[in-house]
């Protein structure tokens, strides 16, 4: 726990080989879960987790995600996670991030806002309905600037299709959160974008199941950030909206 007591959760994550790439170095979907995973162990504690929700028939959907990466770092590193809720509107439940070393650098900073889903109706509840934290003891956010617009890219970009498998799929009948990051790395290093991204917004609009077709479109702006969209092939709506930012994180410790 941290300075403001149960509001700030901790735990420490070692990078196996399973969390790493070919290089050795943790993958961006690594990073995430292992925040996600902080986020699930801290909601169990708060009293809203997902035993606590599943018993309302509710389940814990992410809607967007934001990471700024630092540094990348390698296989066998400790890793702290940090995470606390920072507020609450409507239908959306806000939390952040910090991940730091052993040595206490920062490694990278992230963002994320969940919802409820009802699970019968497939809707999205209030927030206030199951989320009781007052206001004012919830920490502040780590980003204090807007993050990175999102921008669907032109008819005219690059695009490969891909279909939903078994593996993609997690116990709410959809394609797991996480899986659309992998995806976006197997989708650019098609066309040979296979360096560390330090800035990552993802915000997801729809679910896709088993089985289903999706285009996977982006296009690489003059000042080097990619701009990318996942749409369903049938239908053509939105999946999710991305934006990667190039830019320098550091590899691994000591480069």
Same mark, same amino acid.
């Given at each position: 726990?941290?300075?403001?007591?149960?509001?700030?959760?901790?735990?420490?994550?070692?990078?196996?080989?399973?969390?790493?790439?070919?290089?050795?170095?943790?993958?961006?979907?690594?990073?995430?879960?292992?925040?996600?995973?902080?986020?699930?162990?801290h909601a169990?504690?708060?009293?809203?987790g997902?035993?606590?929700?599943?018993?309302?028939?509710?389940?814990?959907?992410?809607?967007?995600?934001?990471?700024?990466v630092?540094?990348?770092?390698?296989?066998?590193?400790?890793?702290?996670?940090?995470?606390?809720?920072?507020?609450?509107?409507r239908? %959306?439940?806000? $939390?952040?991030? &910090?991940?730091?070393?052993?040595?206490?650098? =920062?490694? /990278?900073?992230?963002?994320? +806002?969940?919802?409820?889903?009802? %699970?019968?109706? $497939?809707h999205? &509840?209030?927030?206030?309905?199951?989320?009781? =934290?007052p /206001?004012?003891?919830?920490? +502040?956010?780590?980003?204090?600037?807007?993050?990175?617009?999102?921008?669907?890219p032109?008819d005219?970009?690059?695009?490969?299709?891909?279909?939903?498998?078994?593996?993609?799929?997690?116990?709410?009948g959809?394609?797991?959160?996480?899986?659309?990051?992998?995806?976006?790395?197997?989708?650019?290093?098609l066309?040979?974008?296979?360096?560390?991204?330090?800035?990552?917004?993802?915000?997801?609009?729809?679910?896709?199941?088993?089985?289903?077709?999706?285009?996977?479109?982006?296009v690489?702006?003059?000042?080097?950030?990619?701009?990318?969209?996942?749409?369903?092939?049938?239908?053509?709506?939105?999946?999710?909206?991305?934006?990667?930012?190039?830019?320098?994180?550091?590899?691994?410790?000591?480069e």
């Amino acid at each position: 726990m941290g300075t403001d007591g149960s509001m700030i959760f901790e735990q420490y994550r070692k990078i196996q080989l399973f969390h790493s790439d070919a290089t050795g170095r943790i993958t961006l979907a690594a990073l995430c879960r292992f925040a996600q995973e902080s986020a699930g162990g801290h909601a169990e504690r708060l009293g809203f987790g997902m035993k606590q929700l599943a018993a309302q028939n509710t389940a814990w959907v992410l809607r967007e995600q934001a990471m700024r990466v630092s540094r990348y770092p390698a296989l066998g590193e400790v890793l702290r996670i940090s995470t606390w809720p920072t507020r609450a509107e409507r239908i %959306l439940c806000h $939390r952040d991030y &910090r991940i730091c070393d052993e040595k206490g650098q =920062l490694v /990278a900073l992230g963002t994320s +806002a969940w919802l409820g889903l009802d %699970l019968a109706t $497939r809707h999205p &509840r209030k927030a206030e309905s199951f989320f009781h =934290l007052p /206001a004012e003891l919830m920490p +502040a956010p780590v980003f204090d600037q807007p993050l990175p617009s999102l921008q669907v890219p032109p008819d005219d970009c690059l695009a490969d299709i891909r279909t939903v498998r078994a593996s993609d799929m997690d116990g709410l009948g959809h394609m797991n959160n996480l899986r659309y990051l992998d995806w976006i790395a197997d989708h650019l290093a098609l066309f040979g974008m296979k360096t560390p991204f330090c800035c990552v917004r993802i915000r997801h609009a729809r679910e896709v199941r088993d089985g289903e077709k999706v285009e996977v479109r982006h296009v690489v702006t003059g000042e080097g950030a990619v701009l990318l969209q996942m749409r369903h092939l049938e239908h053509a709506k939105e999946v999710c909206l991305a934006r990667l930012d190039l830019g320098s994180p550091r590899l691994a410790a000591g480069e």
